[in-house]
């Protein structure tokens, strides 16, 4: 299943009231593609989360990267499908030169959720935008 644009889901998101946004956020999570239990390992597990998260990319052959992830917390599950909107299958370069944290902003995630459960979105971001990096090189 292809994720929404993060435009299409702020058109949804904005219109919601909190309780509403914490179930998008759950449904946008369901959304990912399953990632296989072998692909969760040390090397892709994010650091600095307070729910596991573990981010696989693959580098495709146009050139673009395509990432699987995972989480244990359905509405950490959720935030990852909403910065993977921002990523998922651009170019290194792309990625790299794109700012993801203001892609993100209008969500406000700060403000809906609590400390805990946006405190690993950096580390998200920076593990992808790390990879970015290397493959862009």
């Known amino acids: 299943m292809s994720l929404q644009s993060l435009d299409d889901v702020y058109a949804d998101y904005e219109l919601l009231e909190p309780d509403d946004r914490y179930r998008l956020l759950i449904d946008l999570g369901r959304s990912l593609e399953p990632m296989p239990d072998a692909l969760k390992t040390e090397a892709t597990l994010v650091r600095g989360c307070s729910a596991s998260v573990w981010v ?10 395509h990432f699987l992830a995972d989480s ?10 909403l910065v993977l909107a921002a990523v998922q299958d651009r170019s290194p370069r792309e990625i790299v030169d794109d700012d993801v944290e203001a892609a993100l902003a209008p969500f406000d995630l700060g403000r809906q959720l609590s400390s805990n459960r946006t405190q690993g979105i950096p580390n998200m971001i920076a593990l992808i935008r790390k990879t970015a990096e290397r493959l862009a090189a």
């Open 56 to 65: 696989y990319p693959m580098a495709r052959e146009d050139g673009t990267l």
């Open 72 to 81: 244990n917390a359905a509405i950490t599950k959720g935030i990852i499908a």
